[in-house]
């Protein structure tokens, strides 16, 4: 049903396209259990790492340099090797980057896999909460 015609209905109509293909609802208990976890979700160190630009550019840099020691993650940004040094430290802490030591030289790399799962857990978290209280209907 195009949304068009979705917006034509009445409201009972309208509950019942809502509800026939929607993902059964969840009681209050299930509910506010799935909104504990999407607030663990959304205040999470991983999604704070992503939001401030001076890590969002260091990040950049290692996604460009691939793998890299912070000398040479910090050539070429604007900040001190120790603001680029505290900012690896917190991406690393939040998951988006692995860091490897190999004698004294410590060397940084995206955790791909990490980031893909952190993103799919985020978003599964979030349509569940969706589904338990405004399902979407499908686009045709």
Request: proline letters at 4%.
């Amino acid at each position: 049903m195009t949304s068009s015609k979705v917006n034509n209905l009445s409201s009972t109509e309208h509950k019942k396209v809502r509800t026939s293909n929607a993902i059964p609802k969840m009681n209050k208990r299930e509910t506010g259990n799935s909104l504990d976890s999407l607030d663990h979700i959304l205040d999470s160190k991983f999604l704070n790492s992503l939001s401030d630009s001076t890590r969002v550019s260091v990040l950049k840099k290692v996604i460009q340099l691939g793998r890299a020691d912070v000398t040479l993650i910090a050539e070429g940004l604007p900040w001190d090797k120790s603001v680029v040094s505290r900012n690896l430290t917190f991406l690393n802490d939040a998951g988006v980057l692995k860091r490897t030591k190999v004698g004294k030289q410590v060397f940084y790399e995206p955790d791909v896999s990490n980031i893909l799962k952190r993103f799919k857990d985020i978003t599964a978290g979030i349509e569940m909460i969706i589904n338990s209280c405004c399902p979407i209907l499908p686009e045709k």
